[in-house]
């Protein structure tokens, strides 16, 4: 069946450092969402892919979409302390949503 | 501009006793989702509604677990006999036509904690 795989599952970094996630789909995907939650909280949108090797960028934050469009990534440039908290892409296929197990970031200030 | 709200944001069940968690979309939304968050684990998705029709129920464990969506009134999750593995938290997310590339609005999430 449909699976998203996301690596790492944790990633503690120094204030400062960048971080990377990683979204693998196991089929292609028509577009795929990214979204953050912090600590007992909820899951709030991000950003959206839709087009093979789409490259967005939202202040320190880049998203890709591979050109397969069955994978993508997360960047964010100088981590803050504010960037603390859980990170999950979701693929869509067939109009539903597959989350990832998501990459939970620390930040050490 | 109300979100999407849920509640209670915290319920206490006895095993065997019977969950209820209520989810109202946002405004001019008519497609709800439900997803189940086990601690430290990602969303796993549970069922998709539409008003009064159930469009997707693959992720609804097959006894104890129901879901409504009725033309008037909030989502329902319905769990009944709670056992202690149920314990989790659970977020409706809601989107205006439940179209593919529709942002999904979660909700703040009920947490549910089987005694």
């Known amino acids: 069946g449909q699976q998203v795989m996301q690596i790492p599952q944790y990633q503690h970094v120094q204030e400062g450092e960048d971080f990377t996630t990683y979204c693998n789909s196991s089929t292609t995907l028509s577009n795929i969402q990214w979204y953050k939650q912090r600590p007992g909280g909820h899951p709030v949108f991000l950003i959206q892919?839709?087009?093979?090797?789409e490259v967005k960028k939202q202040k320190r934050l880049t998203f890709q979409f591979g050109e397969a469009k069955k994978n993508s990534s997360l960047h964010i440039t100088a981590t803050q302390t504010t960037d603390v908290g859980t990170y999950f892409c979701a693929g869509n296929n067939f109009n539903k949503f597959y989350f990832g197990s998501g990459t939970k970031l620390n930040v050490k200030p | 501009n109300a979100g999407v709200m849920q509640n209670p944001r915290h319920l206490v069940r006895r095993r065997g006793q019977e969950a209820r968690l209520r989810c109202s979309p946002m405004?001019?939304?008519?497609?709800v989702y439900w997803y189940r968050q086990l601690p430290e684990e990602g969303l796993k998705f549970m069922v998709y509604?539409?008003?009064?029709?159930?469009?997707?129920e693959s992720g609804m464990p097959k006894e104890r677990f129901s879901a409504e969506f009725p033309k008037e009134g909030p989502s329902i999750l319905r769990i009944q006999q709670v056992v202690r593995g149920d314990s989790a938290a659970y977020f409706c997310?809601?989107?205006?036509?439940?179209?593919?590339?529709?942002?999904?609005?979660f909700g703040p999430g009920t947490r549910l904690l089987v005694l």
């Open positions: 997310a809601s989107s205006p036509r439940g179209q593919a590339r529709e942002t999904q609005y």
């Open positions: 509604l539409q008003k009064e029709n159930i469009i997707d």
């Open positions: 892919l839709v087009k093979s090797g």
């Open positions: 405004k001019g939304h008519s497609h």
